[in-house]
């Protein structure tokens, strides 16, 4: 792998990670009712409701990209 394509891989595995921790923070600041199961939480500072499903499947997205840049990374340099 050219040094160029391996800092644009190295690059994006660092913007997606970045990506997950604010989704995790996101996350983190849900609230969920407590008298029921729901796949809806709002946020606790801004009100925004949001689908825990769509934020857990886009956390998945995102470390599943991860692995396939990092295993190009492991393979090129092999």
Same mark, same amino acid.
């Not at 913007?15 to 923070?25: F, G, V, W």
């Given at each position: ?28 600041? @849900?609230?969920?009712?407590? %008298? ?5 939480? !709002?946020?606790? +500072?801004?009100?925004?409701?949001? &689908?825990?499903?769509? @934020?857990?499947?886009?956390? %998945? ?5 991860? !692995?396939?840049? +990092?295993?190009?990374?492991?393979? &090129?340099?092999?």
């Amino acid at each position: 792998m050219r040094y160029s394509e391996y800092m644009k891989v190295n690059l994006r595995c660092e913007t997606l990670k970045r990506q997950i921790d604010e989704e995790m923070s996101l996350i983190s600041k @849900l609230v969920e009712e407590p %008298d029921y199961e729901s796949h809806y939480a !709002a946020h606790s +500072e801004t009100g925004v409701v949001y &689908d825990k499903r769509i @934020l857990g499947d886009k956390v %998945d997205r995102l470390n599943k990209e991860i !692995a396939e840049l +990092e295993h190009r990374i492991e393979n &090129d340099e092999q």
